[in-house]
């Protein structure tokens, strides 16, 4: 969660295929940037007309009814069933702000039917969606945009790392390996070191040589009670320790995603690596 480096995580760009002591690892105008216009164009489904042939003028045809319960943009920020890349599994997080100075976003978890059609997931004890995520100070950008201690959150169709990390004893997923943090447990986010953007653990009186740069991961209690990594593209290297994880208590992170811990907990015991599941972070 911290950007000290450049703050973010193996990544589908939105150009491709559409996201002192802070504990978190985690602006620009108030709307949508050229650059975060031109991340976003490549998600959106484009609809194309047949050109007609000269000889003859063609019927005009009118669009069947949806054959998807449609999503209000304005409550849930996109509706899935609108997008050309979803990351092709049957899981699918999307964040959504407003503009690209926003602290917030707009949330929701989203589950593909064996219609094909997407619709948000209701978990137990929860309330409805969506929820309000906690966004980096720095607004959001592209990663190529990121510069070092920006603070911004990433744009992007993002998957999500294979193992759940938490200070806490008790795991909140049975479909991850979880590991409790301990002393000693570090994530390299040193622009340039052969282990960047992973993992890695010393001996816990030892200081790594990439410390400056990096998470001592079990000193960030609050935040880090549980956590899921985003991985982003590497290289470039300006982009390490983007994490969804426990809300802040500032009310911002400093790239990251953040929820309530309750709701947190409730997304990361239905996230299951066996479908995919993927995270759209864009500007709305």
């Excluded at 911290?2 to 150009?15: E, I, K, M, N």
């Excluded at 959106?44 to 050109?51: I, N, Y």
């Excluded at 990433?154 to 909140?172: A, E, R």
């Excluded at 390299?188 to 998470?215: L, R």
Aim: hydrophobic share 35%; glycine share 10%; with cysteine.
């Amino acid at each position: 969660m911290r950007d000290t480096s450049w703050g973010s995580a193996v990544a589908v760009p939105l150009g491709v295929l559409t996201l002192g002591l802070i504990l978190a690892a985690c602006g620009s105008s108030g709307g949508p940037t050229p650059s975060q216009k031109a991340a976003t164009a490549g998600i959106l489904k484009t609809t194309t007309t047949d050109t007609p042939p000269t000889t003859a003028p063609r019927a005009t045809t009118t669009d069947p009814p949806p054959r998807c319960a449609r999503y209000s943009s304005a409550l849930y920020g996109i509706d899935p069933d609108d997008l050309a890349q979803t990351g092709g599994g049957s899981q699918l997080v999307t964040v959504v702000a407003p503009t690209g100075r926003s602290l917030t976003g707009n949330f929701v978890a989203w589950a593909e039917g064996a219609d094909g059609c997407w619709s948000p997931v209701v978990f137990a004890g929860q309330p409805e969606q969506p929820y309000q995520a906690q966004l980096g100070y720095g607004g959001l950008l592209p990663l190529s945009h990121r510069v070092p201690g920006d603070w911004a959150t990433p744009t992007g169709l993002f998957s999500f790392g294979n193992t759940v990390y938490g200070n806490s004893t008790v795991s909140p997923t049975t479909r991850y390996p979880y590991h409790h943090l301990v002393c000693g447990d570090w994530w390299n986010e040193e622009p340039g070191s052969t282990t960047y953007e992973t993992f890695q653990h010393v001996p816990c009186d030892t200081t790594p040589p990439y410390a400056a740069d990096s998470e001592a991961l079990w000193t960030e209690v609050q935040p880090y009670q549980h956590f899921i990594d985003i991985p982003m593209p590497n290289p470039p290297d300006n982009g390490a320790g983007i994490f969804l994880h426990d809300d802040m208590a500032v009310g911002y992170t400093e790239g990251c995603v953040a929820l309530p811990n309750a709701e947190l907990d409730a997304v990361l015991g239905w996230l299951d690596p066996a479908a995919n599941p993927h995270i759209l972070i864009t500007v709305g």
